[in-house]
């Protein structure tokens, strides 16, 4: 008969894991530049994210500077820093440093030119974005959550700390929810950005571990392929459609 554990030999456990070396080093970065900007709000100015200033004055390391910042308010960094370890630790473990590294910048930079970009388009609330501060990780972290829905789909996650939501369904509520108030005034800035970084991670892993190019290149080849084939009728062959064959190929 099996002995039960006593109760020396039960351990329990709570997140993730131990905090891995990327994920480690983000977090001491973004807590050491939010004291920073606490104290220096003129790093905000330099550092975060305004399209205009990109444009007009060639700030152009503010694509990847505004992920470091994050509001005078302690619920933002602490709320963006708790899905960073939650997340990012699982993904850090699955693929390895230098991966995981790459995609957290490569969605993160591209949210942020995506915001950019949004500003131009011909909608009243993206526009908006043109002259808006634009501070936070949320690029990259929509990113790593789109990511963890694909890895782990039925993995159950807390939807408003309430409510267990399997993983794919969190992401597509979370990115509904963010096309939503992308249209309306108040938050459309932010929600531009969480769209791009769903955008960018989807890119990133629907062509396979980091090539954008691949897949840009891909979904091209597809759409000259398609108008091509739009071009001819296709039939079967044989004898009765022979006296047709001049009428179905062009």
Not at 98 to 123: D, E, K
């Amino acid at each position: 008969m099996p002995r039960s554990p006593s109760p020396s030999t039960m351990a329990y456990s709570f997140g993730p894991g131990p905090v891995t070396p990327a994920v480690k080093i983000l977090l001491y970065v973004n807590i050491g530049m939010y004291f920073v900007s606490f104290f220096f709000h003129a790093v905000v100015d330099w550092f975060g994210l305004q399209p205009q200033l990109v444009i007009e004055k060639y700030r152009l390391w503010q694509p990847v500077t505004y992920m470091f910042l994050h509001a005078r308010s302690p619920s933002h960094i602490l709320f963006n820093m708790l899905i960073l370890w939650m997340f990012g630790v699982e993904l850090e473990r699955l693929w390895r440093t230098p991966f995981f590294v790459r995609f957290y910048f490569i969605t993160g930079v591209g949210a942020g030119l995506l915001s950019v970009a949004a500003a131009f388009l011909p909608f009243e609330a993206t526009r908006a974005t043109y002259t808006a501060n634009i501070i936070g990780a949320s690029g990259a972290l929509y990113g790593l959550l789109l990511a963890y829905a694909i890895y782990y789909p039925n993995r159950p996650i807390l939807m408003f700390l309430l409510f267990p939501v399997p993983a794919k369904y969190f992401v597509a509520i979370l990115g509904a929810i963010a096309f939503i108030m992308s249209f309306e005034g108040g938050g459309s800035v932010a929600a531009t950005t969480h769209l791009g970084g769903l955008a960018i991670g989807y890119l990133l892993l629907q062509s396979g571990r980091g090539g954008l190019t691949a897949e840009i290149k891909y979904r091209y080849l597809k759409w000259r392929m398609n108008r091509m084939r739009r071009k001819f009728d296709v039939y079967s062959g044989g004898r009765s459609q022979k006296s047709n064959w001049d009428r179905h190929v062009h």
